[in-house]
């Protein structure tokens, strides 16, 4: 089975400049996460799919953030523009729903943002 | 609003040691996650806890789960250098959404 797969996995961009991130979750995987994790702290949420539609994103920066999950597989998560504090990685992982071990996550690489 | 700590932050043992990793939460959650995390790597599940009471090993590490007091803990035996890497818990906060710890930096020296 293949895993989460994420690209690109690292991006230096300038202050106020844009970027996007893509994430394809496992097959089947009904609810797509994307986390933001700054250095040395733990991931933090920042939306939360179940197949098309958001679950949650309370704590997506929508002024500058924006994410979508087209067709309820593939999802980008997009910044613009970007500032310094949005250097982090970002995560992306998937969960399957109903089904056995529903519950846990599974993380893919992520892509390492450095914004100068 | 859910908030998940640990303790200690940062941890540095000598092989062969025993230590434990504590996890705290705020408010009634049924299912904990342990997680690692490798320098530059993304974060693998180590245990799921379901229940009060649950106890995982696998082994040099066992994690435990007592709902009623709100903490999870990560006990680790005899501990190697290849266990270094960074522990993180996850506490289920709704259908679905994950809360983690701030982390725990795991440095086992030889």
């Known amino acids: 089975e293949a895993g989460v797969a994420q690209s690109p996995r690292y991006k230096i961009i300038e202050k106020r400049q844009s970027v996007a991130f893509w994430c394809n979750p496992i097959?089947?995987?009904?609810?797509l996460y994307w986390y933001q994790q700054i250095l040395g702290q733990g991931p933090k949420l920042l939306i939360q799919?179940?197949?098309?539609?958001?679950?949650?994103d309370s704590q997506l920066p929508k002024d500058r953030f924006s994410a979508e999950r087209l067709k309820g597989v593939d999802s980008t998560l997009k910044i613009q523009p970007a500032k310094l504090e949005d250097s982090a990685v970002y995560l992306c992982?998937?969960?399957?729903?109903?089904?056995?071990?529903?519950?846990?996550?599974?993380f893919g690489p992520g892509t390492r943002l450095t914004v100068t | 609003e859910l908030k998940v700590e640990q303790n200690p932050l940062f941890l540095s043992m000598q092989e062969g040691k025993n230590y434990t990793i504590y996890c705290n939460y705020s408010?009634?959650?049924?299912?904990l996650y342990w997680y690692r995390q490798d320098p530059g790597k993304s974060l693998e599940s180590l245990f799921v806890?379901?229940?009060?009471?649950a106890v995982k090993q696998e082994g040099r590490l066992m994690a435990s789960l007592d709902t009623k007091a709100r903490l999870s803990t990560l006990h680790i035996t005899a501990a190697v250098h290849d266990l270094s890497a960074t522990y993180f818990c996850?506490?289920?906060?709704?259908?679905?959404?994950?809360?983690f710890g701030t982390g725990t930096r795991l440095k086992v020296l030889a």
């Open positions: 806890l379901l229940s009060n009471g």
């Open positions: 097959s089947g995987h009904a609810t």
């Open positions: 799919f179940q197949n098309n539609g958001v679950v949650d």
């Open positions: 408010t009634t959650s049924d299912r």
């Open positions: 996850a506490v289920e906060s709704g259908t679905y959404k994950y809360i």
């Open positions: 992982a998937s969960s399957p729903v109903g089904g056995y071990r529903s519950y846990e996550q599974y």
